[in-house]
């Protein structure tokens, strides 16, 4: 079991940034895959970026590639989304996701429904 909780999500202005974080609880923790995911009003949940155990293995949605970093420290069981650039579109509720299926190290899950344990959320605002 995993428990996820977010924070860091705020309002900024364009070409600003910022950095969330979630902290997870579980022993599975350092074997699970962690992603985020976002899902802005009226759009369906989208996926942002993901990485695997160990933090070498990164995958990113081609919208926040060059932008965004996904980042982990399983010392202290939390991933990290630093965010720069910010744009108004990717204001947006930020989800934390945990995957604890032990795909091969050179697949990245991308689908929200290969993610089994989910944050509340924490609103991400970008002004223009």
């Known amino acids: 079991q995993v428990q996820l909780v977010e924070s860091g999500g705020g309002l900024v202005q364009s070409g600003g940034s910022l950095r969330l974080s979630c902290a997870a609880s579980g022993r599975t923790f350092s074997m699970s895959t962690m992603g985020w995911f976002r899902q802005a009003p009226g759009k369906e949940r989208e996926f942002v970026a993901t990485?695997?155990?160990?933090?070498?293995?990164?995958y990113y949605a081609d919208s926040v590639k060059g932008r965004f970093t996904i980042s982990r420290d399983d010392a202290k069981n939390t991933v990290y989304l630093q965010m720069n650039s910010l744009k108004p579109e990717d204001t947006a509720v930020y989800y934390c996701?945990?995957?604890?299926?032990?795909?091969?190290?050179?697949?990245?899950?991308?689908?929200?429904?290969?993610?089994?344990?989910w944050g509340q959320g924490t609103q991400v605002t970008v002004s223009s």
């Open positions: 996701a945990a995957c604890i299926t032990p795909y091969s190290r050179t697949y990245y899950p991308r689908s929200e429904y290969e993610y089994g344990y």
């Open positions: 990485i695997r155990w160990g933090g070498a293995n990164t």
